[in-house]
């Protein structure tokens, strides 16, 4: 059986967290589907397609730039970035157990970190699924292909 996008995108959206990899491929194919069929859109749409296809032309553009940085980058990379980060998350985690009083902006910094720890991780957990991405207009055509990028 076939998978289409649009049930893709109902299971997909179920989730809480969705995945900005995945958001950015349902709002591509959106508007791909609405700006190859413009005739059929609005009057409002119509006048402003141009800038409907430079939002199509930076979807497109952001997608393929992370698929090149997922496909050059490999666990080890990952690990080193996790890594990298964690002293200053031990840092900042002694500092709550002494009881230093820590401001908005500490705080801030620590949540961006563990952010994208977690971030790394995800993407470790993907390239162990997956060694590399295609680009965006290839999922148009392998909406299917997609299914491991949802945990």
């Known amino acids: ?14 989730k809480p967290k969705l995945s900005f990899l995945v958001g950015t491929f349902f709002a591509y194919s959106k508007l791909k589907k609405r700006v190859d069929n413009a005739k059929n859109e609005s009057w ?18 952001d ?13 080890d990379d990952f690990l080193a970035r996790i890594a990298e ?24 910094f620590y949540n961006s970190l563990m952010n994208q720890t977690d971030f790394d991780r995800s993407l470790i957990a993907l390239k162990a699924k997956l060694d590399s991405l295609h680009e965006i207009d290839y999922y ?9 990028l949802w945990d």
């Open 44 to 61: 409002y749409f119509q006048r402003g397609i141009e800038s409907q296809i430079r939002r199509l032309k930076f979807l497109k553009s």
């Open 140 to 148: 148009l055509d392998h909406p299917e292909d997609l299914l491991p």
């Open 85 to 108: 980060r964690a002293p200053k998350i031990e840092d900042y985690l002694q500092r709550v157990e002494r009881g230093d009083i820590m401001n908005w902006i500490t705080r801030s």
């Open 63 to 75: 997608f393929n730039d992370f698929v090149e940085f997922y496909n050059n980058t490999t666990i």
């Open 1 to 14: 059986m076939k998978i289409s996008i649009g049930h893709l995108e109902e299971m997909f959206t179920r």
